[in-house]
């Protein structure tokens, strides 16, 4: 098969020729994102990568090429405008579980950041001041309750790290998980804010989800907890925490998938650079530890979004099922 590869990044590209040397497909590659513009010759598909949308006129100008699989190298699909996928006679597929442990140790790095004010230590040490480094005194994570909102595959990953930690964990999900080994306590999503000394999301960017955690939401939270979004931009309102934040209610903050990050990554990749006030007042905070979408990014994940996203459009253009085929965003 011919693949367009687009969003390919160094780290990929070994994987990406590994593929086309033992298969002979030919696979075309290139850093850019996929847009109308950037699609300019046929294929039996393309490979993509990339948070920024995926347009009607993405799809419109697949169905002139005479191309019809777009397979995800990720697993979020909020960027994905379905209904044009549709209309153009597009399929669509994902990578829905690359590496689940990846993005649940990322956020464990997340909290024992914030717990042991490891933000606060590094700008005293960086302003040349050792003995006020020694000044900020931490919390045992094994000792702490974390709530996990949505119990999915990261989910479940997070609670068994936690569990090794010692840590209670409540967890909400509408759709609990069944596995007898997790060690958790199901509670209702009021009942979790309220009892945790750290809340971590896990649930899809759906729009029943935007905004999950609001001011109502924070004003539920226990004074002096964290909260770690590694999950999708819109679940935080992020004026909203920024202002919680100001009035010293919430302890800390970590944050992978930034609310802003689309328009800001459109303004870096048009203008060479972006200007978020917003962002510049989150990395300011030393309780406060950002990161630009990387929870995923360990060499186990990237081998699999690569791998899986090919077999995804060998199953398409063989016509067998595609089990990671999606038709609406989900993820
Ligand atoms: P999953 O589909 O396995 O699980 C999601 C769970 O959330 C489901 O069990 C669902 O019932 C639950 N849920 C949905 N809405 C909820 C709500 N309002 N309250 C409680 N539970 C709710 O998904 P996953 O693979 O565990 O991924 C979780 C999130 O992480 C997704 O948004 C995914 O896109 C994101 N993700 C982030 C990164 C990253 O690099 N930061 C990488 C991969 C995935
Ligand atoms: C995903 O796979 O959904 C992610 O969030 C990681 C990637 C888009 C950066």
């Not at 919390?139 to 990261?154: C, D, K, N, P, W």
């Not at 840590?167 to 306590?185: C, G, I, Q, R």
């Not at 804010?193 to 935007?210: C, E, Y």
Request: with cysteine.
């Amino acid at each position: 098969m011919k693949v367009l590869a687009y969003g390919v990044r160094g780290d990929e590209q070994p994987y990406l020729d590994q593929w086309a040397q033992q298969t002979g497909d030919t696979l075309v590659t290139t850093s850019s994102y996929l847009s109308a513009a950037t699609l300019t010759q046929p294929a039996d598909g393309i490979s993509c990568f990339q948070t920024v949308p995926y347009a009607p006129s993405v799809f419109a100008q697949m169905q002139r090429l005479g191309i019809r699989y777009l397979a995800l190298r990720n697993t979020g699909t909020d960027n994905v405008d379905f209904e044009a996928a549709v209309h153009y006679g597009i399929r669509v597929s994902n990578v829905p579980a690359y590496s689940p442990a990846a993005i649940a140790e990322f956020a464990l790095l997340d909290m024992l950041y914030l717990l042991r004010q490891t933000g606060a230590v590094q700008a005293a040490l960086h302003a040349n001041d050792y003995a006020g480094a020694g000044t900020h005194i931490g919390r045992e994570l094994g000792e702490s309750t974390v709530g996990v909102i949505g119990t999915g595959r990261i989910g479940q990953a997070l609670i068994r790290i936690l569990n090794g930690f010692g840590a209670k964990v409540l967890a909400f999900d509408p759709h609990p998980p069944t596995d007898p080994s997790l060690v958790y306590t199901p509670v209702t999503f009021a009942t979790l804010l309220q009892h945790s000394d750290i809340v971590s999301l896990h649930v899809p960017g759906i729009p029943a989800n935007h905004h999950l955690i609001d001011a109502a939401a924070l004003a539920q939270m226990k004074p002096g907890a964290l909260l770690i979004n590694t999950g999708r931009p819109n679940l935080l309102d992020t004026p909203a925490v920024l202002a919680s934040l100001a009035k010293g209610r919430l302890g800390g903050v970590g944050i992978d998938t930034y609310e802003n990050e689309t328009s800001d990554l459109l303004a870096l990749a048009n203008r060479g650079h972006f200007n978020d006030p917003q962002w510049q007042a989150l990395l300011a905070l030393p309780n406060v530890i950002l990161s630009p979408h990387i929870a995923y990014y360990t060499q186990t994940a990237v081998r699999n979004m690569v791998e899986q996203s090919l077999t995804n459009l060998q199953s398409f253009l063989a016509g067998v099922p595609c089990a990671a085929e999606i038709t609406a965003t989900d993820a």
